[in-house]
């Protein structure tokens, strides 16, 4: 073979750089598309196929008074069959558990809290993680034993983050220390009523749990579980029937607790090995 002139391979180095960015670039969409593709749709945009309801009073897979309904492919919560609220806190659980993965999906509240439904409930919903699952529920059981990665819009009476964790028979560790309050705050901003707002939430079995609202960390915790000596009898119940005290997998589970609030693009990236 003959060999290169001194231009000619002054020419190909020159144009090294603009092969490499190429080739990067090139590379970069691929892995982009490649990470879009991993991601399932959990929710068909039709009808509730793959989920389970539970309503306190109600026998599990009873979706009592069309509390949980589809409209223009929105996941809605709906109140407009209640007279009343009358305590019926309502979960809509996945068929399947999960434990790492990230979940990413839209929520946007709507019209007014029941009358009778406590306070806390306005403007409030929410997605649990780890949860226990909605056979395990009982009947007069008002929330499921897991965490919750907590929703809230402003009220008008100052910061109200959303993105809070919330650990209804649960306890958690941030930086090793173990933390046993019921609500933990993000660092997330108030959202304004009626304004869809992005979260993801990437859960990393026992070992750790990121919280993200419109794409920005907001909360970080470790070493979830069951806090069986707490105020939850459920917790309890759960830990002395042999469940560990360490959570690694559960159940989600979208809330339904008097506020109604509609959910779209709900979609799972599995993190498994």
Not at 4 to 17: E, N, V, Y
Not at 107 to 132: C, E
């Amino acid at each position: 073979m003959q060999e290169m002139t001194i231009p000619m391979k002054s020419r190909i180095l020159s144009l090294l750089p603009a092969l490499l960015l190429l080739a990067f670039s090139l590379l970069a969409s691929a892995e982009e598309t490649k990470n879009e593709n991993d991601w399932i749709s959990l929710f068909n945009g039709k009808d509730l196929t793959g989920w389970t309801p539970k309503i306190t009073g109600y026998p599990c897979g009873k979706n009592a008074l069309d509390t949980f309904h589809v409209e223009n492919g929105i996941l809605k919560v709906s109140y407009e069959a209640y007279e009343k609220f009358d305590k019926r806190y309502g979960h809509l659980y996945t068929n399947i558990p999960y434990s790492r993965y990230l979940l990413r999906m839209e929520y946007r509240f709507t019209g007014r809290m029941m009358a009778d439904a406590p306070g806390y409930v306005n403007l409030n919903s929410g997605v649990m993680i780890h949860s226990q699952s909605p056979q395990s529920m009982g009947l007069n059981q008002e929330f499921p034993v897991s965490l919750e990665f907590q929703f809230l819009a402003d009220e008008g009476k100052g910061k109200r983050p959303t993105g809070n964790v919330c650990t209804p028979g649960t306890n958690l560790e941030i930086d090793g220390e173990l933390v046993t309050q019921h609500i933990v705050k993000s660092s997330a901003p108030t959202f304004p009523p009626g304004e869809w707002v992005t979260i993801e939430i990437e859960v990393r079995g026992n070992e750790e749990v990121i919280h993200r609202v419109n794409g920005a960390e907001v909360l970080r915790y470790q070493r979830p579980q069951l806090d069986p000596e707490g105020r939850i009898e459920s917790a309890a119940a759960l830990f002395q029937a042999g469940a560990p005290k360490q959570l690694s997998f559960g159940y989600i589970a979208l809330q339904a607790e008097g506020q109604p609030v509609w959910f779209r693009n709900i979609k799972l990236q599995s993190l498994e090995e």
